[in-house]
């Protein structure tokens, strides 16, 4: 990327009062813009990197990109977590080459200079290094730590800014998406048990950030599947309460509840439990009868609630899993999917739900392929950049905007993506010197 590469933000997102909400052609396409994301959107946000419960024991690690930063989360000796730069202090070797796993130290795979599990330098000594080392050798204290690391309710997030707000004010409202989750737990807990699925689409990143909280497409992408869900039940978690309800029965609850977009370009879209009686007398009314008590009827309809959320710029948690996405290029995004289990729920609930997201979300499931076939089919209509502008907008111009300063929308308005939208625009703008 030219260092001299900039753009003006509002050539490329357009919003006027009474205009339609429009985004240019070569956002998802451009490399260079690609290149300006990642140093001012990737490196300068909230970025989730996993789940404490994917780091048990001491020596635990999982590797991650951040923008172009390839990290390091490592549990200490003393239990701490830590996160790291993966790049060794001599002369630049990656020491992780693996996605997760224990180790007993940090050993370079290039002149085996070692660092215990806090990232100190333990051994640069003339046992490791026959000749030893001259007096003005300054042996490094250790490896370069990320700026930020923080937690909220085990979920790991780093930051490469160390300006930014911390992590809860980031989350805002999202907040409560994450406890309606993880209070579905009697403990309030989730542990994330398996390793990823993964996969890959062609597309921009900012798709599958816009897809995750589209209750727009639902019933049109995957048509197929709402057909199949009203003849057999179940599919995504739902322990069969959709069968035998038709098509414009399933849709008329679907279009119930609400979208918000939110501070920060977060979004979610929130529907309702079909029917919270069903729950409670149904096959595992003991777990939900006990979450009601816990929780009273209000925190009970939010844990019963069906919730697809994303925390911008590339997490989400939707059904019982943990999405994260990873830009490769404008045109290529990996996808890792995290099924995880509640902590307390019965054997065969935390069992129901990962078949039901097997169904869905699978390599040979309905959902996820349907995604990607249409994120390859975006991809393939934005070539055509003679036509310059996207439309974020049906025009409905229903957001509110709450004391909070969130907007909350109508399910179907595109409310979520407009959050987006208004996050890169803001983060873009940013000076080339800042970046
Ligand atoms: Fe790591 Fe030389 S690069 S020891
Ligand atoms: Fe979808």
Redesign the pocket.
């Known amino acids: 990327m030219s260092r001299e590469f900039d753009i003006d933000p509002d050539d490329y997102v357009r919003e006027k009062p009474g205009h339609q909400f429009l985004v240019r052609t070569e956002a998802y396409t451009d490399a260079d813009v690609f290149e300006l994301e990642m140093r001012r959107i990737f490196e300068r946000t909230w970025i989730y990197v996993g789940h404490e419960s994917e780091l048990p024991d001491a020596g635990s690690f999982k590797t991650a990109q951040v923008g172009r930063q390839p990290i390091i989360v490592l549990r200490d000796k003393q239990g701490g977590l830590g996160a790291f730069f993966n790049r060794?202090v001599?002369?630049?070797?990656a020491l992780l080459r693996e996605a997760e796993g224990t180790v007993q130290e940090l050993r370079?795979p290039?002149?085996?200079?070692v660092f215990d599990l806090s990232g100190k330098t333990r051994l640069v000594s003339e046992r490791n290094d026959p000749g030893g080392y001259g007096p003005g050798f300054e042996q490094p204290e250790g490896l370069v730590p990320v700026p930020r690391l923080e937690s909220y309710r085990g979920l790991l997030f780093v930051s490469m800014d160390p300006q930014i707000v911390p992590l809860e004010r980031y989350l805002g409202l999202m907040k409560e998406v994450i406890d309606a989750k993880l209070d579905l737990s009697p403990t309030g807990r989730i542990v994330v048990a398996s390793k990823p699925y993964v996969a890959r689409y062609q597309g921009n990143w900012k798709l599958q950030t816009e897809n995750i909280v589209d209750a727009y497409h639902f019933m049109h992408t995957h048509g197929a599947f709402v057909k199949l869900q009203a003849k057999f039940g179940d599919t995504t978690g739902d322990f069969g309460v959709h069968k035998g309800r038709s098509t414009r029965e399933m849709r008329e609850q679907r279009f119930r509840g609400a979208t918000w977009s939110c501070l920060y370009g977060h979004g979610y879209a929130q529907v309702p439990a079909a029917d919270t009686d069903a729950l409670l007398d149904g096959e595992f009314g003991g777990l939900y009868r006990a979450l009601h008590a816990q929780h009273g009827d209000e925190g009970f309809a939010r844990i019963a609630s069906k919730v697809t959320s994303t925390v911008f710029p590339s997490m989400g948690m939707i059904h019982q899993q943990i999405r994260v996405w990873r830009p490769i290029s404008p045109e290529e995004t990996e996808v890792l999917i995290y099924p995880y289990e509640i902590e307390g729920a019965p054997e065969a609930f935390n069992a129901g739900m990962l078949r039901s997201q097997e169904r869905f979300y699978g390599p040979s499931g309905f959902g996820m392929t349907d995604d990607t076939e249409i994120f390859a089919r975006v991809t393939q209509g934005l070539r055509a950049d003679h036509v310059k502008w996207l439309v974020f907008d049906r025009g409905m111009d229903t957001d509110e905007q709450t004391a909070s300063g969130d907007f909350r929308g109508l399910p179907s308005s595109e409310a979520p993506q407009r959050a987006l939208w208004r996050e890169w625009s803001r983060l873009m703008r940013r000076s080339a010197s800042e970046a």
Do not use: I, L
């Open positions: 060794c001599h002369r630049g070797a370079c290039y002149h085996g200079w």
